[in-house]
């Protein structure tokens, strides 16, 4: 299998200097991840950390798995709508000539104010179309997740569907199967909704808020999640492992870290390779 990791939850310990780039990649290494996955936000606001980054993954003979980018194509108007799509043509070109990655995942959107869902999600999905008629024979696919901010949105595998419908071909999906709680949905139905669309996959674990705990995030309905160790929650992780292997998946999987990033990260590798066998 090809497991990656998604490097935007190491950034606060790279920043703050508890661990060096290369130290990092290294520890990755050891865990049997063979791919990262950037953040471009994060690349822009520390170009020295990227670029170190990208060198130890060099070393190690790592590869790019998914550029991620994000956008509102919707906004409050057209121009809006304009100026993410561009912001989304220049990461595609990026991902091209400098990352060498196959996957552009653009996420962030949400509708206008006072719009509703099912105009939001049209709209969403014109501008997937136009942005995937960009990425055609570039060998670069644009893909969106079940975006889990906005739950009532486009976190169910429903929504979901409706806007890559609308998208047609040219648009992928990454299935987050921890997203997929806030939706209100289960991450085995969302599989089954939506597995012929799914060109990468984040892997995560959620638990179920109890009663005097605090923080989190509510699902569409109100159920509150919290972060937990990943296997001790109620994502399913090892169960989406299996479904996508016996579907014949082939691409990547990257780990999502929530709590503890380096230990939980071992935990959530180790978990990810034994339920793939």
Same mark, same amino acid.
């Given at each position: 299998? @090809? ?5 935007? #939850?190491?950034? +606060?310990?790279?920043?703050? +200097?508890?661990?060096? *780039?290369?130290?990092? =990649?290294?520890?990755?290494?050891? %865990?049997? =991840? ?54 989304? @043509? ?7 000539? =400098? ?13 206008? !104010? ?7 999600? &049209? ?9 995937? !008629?960009?990425? @055609? ?13 906005? #739950? ?51 892997? &995560?674990?959620?638990?179920?808020? @109890? ?17 937990? *160790?990943?296997?001790?929650? =109620? ?16 691409? %990547? ?6 709590? !503890? ?14 339920? %793939?066998?």
């Amino acid at each position: 299998m @090809k497991l990656s990791v998604m490097l935007f #939850p190491y950034f +606060g310990k790279l920043c703050k +200097g508890e661990i060096t *780039p290369a130290e990092l =990649v290294k520890t990755f290494a050891s %865990w049997g =991840v063979r791919g990262l996955e950037p953040m471009l936000s994060q690349d822009e606001k520390e170009p020295k950390i990227a670029a170190e980054i990208q060198a130890a993954m060099a070393d190690f003979g790592m590869v790019n798995t998914c550029l991620d980018r994000g956008v509102n194509l919707i906004g409050t108007c057209e121009a809006d709508r304009v100026a993410a799509l561009d912001s989304a @043509k220049r990461a595609l070109d990026l991902a091209r000539d =400098v990352l060498k990655c196959k996957r552009v995942m653009l996420h962030g959107t949400k509708p206008a !104010e006072g719009m509703s869902t099912e105009d939001g999600l &049209k709209i969403y999905g014109e501008m997937l179309r136009k942005a995937g !008629e960009y990425s @055609k024979g570039s060998g670069v696919k644009f893909c969106i997740e079940n975006f889990g901010v906005y #739950p009532t949105f486009a976190a169910s595998s429903k929504n979901c569907k409706i806007v890559l419908d609308y998208a047609g071909p040219e648009v992928g999906f990454t299935f987050d199967n921890g997203n997929f709680l806030l939706g209100d949905d289960t991450p085995a139905h969302a599989f089954e909704v939506l597995k012929d669309k799914i060109c990468h996959v984040h892997l &995560k674990d959620f638990a179920v808020r @109890k009663e005097g705990q605090t923080g989190g995030i509510a699902s569409a309905s109100g159920v509150y999640y919290i972060d937990c *160790p990943m296997g001790a929650g =109620v994502g399913e992780i090892a169960n989406c492992v299996k479904l996508l292997k016996a579907a014949g998946y082939q691409d %990547w999987m990257s780990l999502e870290v929530g709590m !503890e990033p380096i230990s939980n990260g071992k935990v959530g590798a180790d978990l990810v390779l034994a339920a %793939w066998g």
